[in-house]
């Protein structure tokens, strides 16, 4: 019998963590659970250490606990790590085959190059990682001879719809977008959206974050860069059609004509399964497409005026260097003062062009520059939401 595949996984509490150890339960055949990394909430961290025996469990931020009070919340042999290091550490566990990273932003950077520097397989749901580091990534995961799996919905499809073919037939990619929740709603209404308005989805259950995003079409905006590094596309070859369904997840589309399509329920226990277990497959824990059930599937361009935050993402690809890190991290502050009614709706994207606008755009020469950008990014777009 094949041995079974020993997973780490980061943000084990969240909504891509969460439907992740719902799958490692379904397969515990095939896929052992070994360590989980969280970030402040211990409780159900502890939950999962104690149905899974953990030995590994890391906590981002404790708080103010001891290390005694921490430690007494988990099982007697569980050990627990915190901070940067407690990631890093997770992420390099001798016993650890694979490493689901699924934490918003771009904490898991550092622990996601040691992973791969460790031969680590990589499930990625955090694309804010590629977006900001991809031009690093890639090729370190080339030295390595590493396997990087996109958990992403889109780019797990692009990667399905590529297999068996090269990416020299591709003539471009094509990224579904359900268009969100404001896709035809009146534009003067978008200005009184409140954030627990733009938090909820039509058809994905997802975090606070990404749902907002999703919103403001900004999610697709990170996904098409994403997509470039992950694929190596020309800008041009990055395309985004609106499909309210969310049934086909992307699309390949060959220099002879032909269209590849990935299809399954918008639920995201598709994607991560296919990660766990590539490249082999079993029965999903989640029900599929029923075709004896009549369902439409519709597309239509997207309206650029609309969600100017795509518009932006577009512009960002072109412009390449460290404008995707200065979007990506001004997109954050934007989005977190929207949550904090300090700016609207509407203000996000102009958040995003100020700050882009305000710095200059060079090419980096290491990581480290990225990290920078992305600070300068912050400092700059958060005066800007405090004003
Ligand atoms: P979420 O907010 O539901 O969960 C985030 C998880 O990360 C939580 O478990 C939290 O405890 C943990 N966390 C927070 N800070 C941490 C830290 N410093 N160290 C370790 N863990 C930390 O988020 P989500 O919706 O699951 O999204 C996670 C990532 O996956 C994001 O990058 C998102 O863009 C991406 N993604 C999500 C979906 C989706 O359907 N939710 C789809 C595609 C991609
Ligand atoms: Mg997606």
Same mark, same amino acid.
């Given at each position: 019998?094949?041995?079974?595949?020993?997973?780490?996984?980061?943000?084990?509490?969240?909504?891509?963590?969460?439907?992740?150890?719902?799958?490692?339960?379904?397969?515990?055949?095939?896929?052992?659970?070994?360590?989980?990394?969280?970030?402040?909430?211990?409780?159900?961290?502890?939950?999962?250490?104690?149905?899974?025996?953990?030995?590994?469990?890391?906590?981002?931020?404790?708080?103010?606990?001891?290390?005694?009070?921490?430690?007494?919340?988990?099982?007697?042999?569980?050990?627990?790590?915190?901070?940067?290091?407690?990631?890093?550490?997770?992420?390099?566990?001798?016993?650890?085959?694979?490493?689901?990273?699924?934490?918003?932003?771009?904490?898991?950077?550092?622990?996601?190059?040691?992973?791969?520097?460790?031969?680590?397989?990589?499930?990625?749901?955090?694309?804010?990682?590629?977006?900001?580091?991809?031009?690093?990534?890639?090729?370190?995961?080339?030295?390595?001879?590493?396997?990087?799996?996109?958990?992403?919905?889109?780019?797990?499809?692009?990667?399905?719809?590529? !297999?068996?073919?090269?990416?020299?037939?591709?003539?471009?990619?094509?990224?579904?977008?359900?268009?969100?929740?404001?896709?035809?709603?009146?534009?003067?209404?978008?200005?009184?959206?409140?954030?627990?308005?733009?938090?909820?989805?039509?058809?994905?259950?997802?975090?606070?974050?990404?749902?907002?995003? !999703?919103?403001?079409?900004?999610?697709?905006?990170?996904?098409?860069?994403?997509?470039?590094?992950?694929?190596?596309?020309?800008?041009?070859?990055?395309?985004?059609?609106?499909?309210?369904?969310?049934?086909?997840?992307?699309?390949?589309?060959?220099?002879?004509?032909?269209?590849?399509?990935?299809?399954?329920?918008?639920?995201?226990?598709?994607?991560?399964?296919?990660?766990?277990?590539?490249?082999?497959?079993?029965?999903?824990?989640?029900?599929?497409? *029923?075709?004896?059930?009549?369902?439409?599937?519709?597309?239509?361009?997207?309206?650029?005026?609309?969600?100017?935050?795509?518009?932006?993402?577009? *512009?960002?690809?072109?412009?390449?260097?460290?404008?995707?890190?200065?979007?990506?991290?001004?997109?954050?502050?934007?989005?977190?003062?929207?949550?904090?009614?300090?700016?609207?709706?509407?203000?996000?994207?102009?958040?995003?062009?100020?700050?882009?606008?305000?710095?200059?755009?060079?090419?980096?020469?290491?990581?480290?520059?990225?990290?920078?950008?992305?600070?300068?990014?912050?400092?700059?777009?958060?005066?800007?939401?405090?004003?």
């Amino acid at each position: 019998m094949k041995p079974r595949r020993r997973v780490a996984i980061f943000g084990a509490t969240g909504s891509i963590g969460t439907n992740a150890i719902r799958v490692i339960r379904a397969h515990s055949d095939q896929l052992e659970l070994i360590a989980i990394a969280g970030g402040s909430r211990v409780e159900p961290l502890a939950e999962i250490a104690r149905e899974f025996k953990l030995k590994h469990v890391s906590v981002f931020d404790p708080g103010n606990q001891t290390e005694k009070e921490l430690k007494d919340q988990f099982p007697g042999d569980t050990s627990i790590t915190t901070g940067l290091e407690g990631l890093i550490h997770t992420a390099t566990l001798e016993e650890v085959d694979m490493v689901l990273i699924a934490v918003v932003g771009i904490t898991a950077l550092q622990a996601c190059i040691e992973a791969i520097k460790h031969r680590k397989k990589i499930a990625l749901a955090s694309k804010e990682i590629l977006v900001m580091a991809g031009e690093f990534i890639m090729p370190l995961v080339e030295k390595y001879d590493g396997l990087l799996l996109p958990t992403d919905s889109e780019h797990n499809a692009i990667f399905q719809c590529l !297999s068996g073919n090269s990416t020299k037939h591709v003539r471009n990619i094509i990224l579904t977008a359900s268009g969100g929740r404001y896709r035809n709603t009146p534009m003067e209404q978008l200005a009184v959206i409140t954030p627990e308005e733009a938090v909820k989805h039509p058809n994905w259950n997802m975090g606070q974050k990404i749902s907002i995003d !999703s919103s403001t079409m900004a999610n697709k905006g990170l996904e098409v860069i994403e997509a470039k590094w992950l694929f190596g596309m020309k800008p041009a070859q990055i395309e985004v059609v609106i499909h309210p369904q969310s049934i086909i997840h992307s699309m390949v589309q060959y220099v002879d004509g032909s269209v590849v399509a990935q299809m399954s329920p918008p639920n995201m226990s598709f994607a991560i399964q296919h990660c766990l277990l590539y490249p082999d497959r079993a029965p999903g824990v989640d029900p599929t497409i *029923d075709f004896a059930k009549p369902f439409s599937l519709d597309f239509e361009a997207p309206d650029f005026t609309r969600f100017p935050c795509l518009r932006l993402a577009f *512009d960002v690809l072109k412009m390449g260097h460290t404008a995707p890190a200065i979007y990506n991290a001004a997109n954050e502050i934007a989005v977190q003062a929207f949550i904090e009614n300090r700016i609207s709706f509407l203000d996000i994207p102009k958040v995003i062009e100020f700050t882009l606008e305000s710095l200059s755009i060079t090419p980096p020469s290491s990581i480290q520059d990225i990290i920078d950008a992305d600070l300068e990014a912050r400092e700059r777009s958060l005066k800007k939401t405090l004003k």
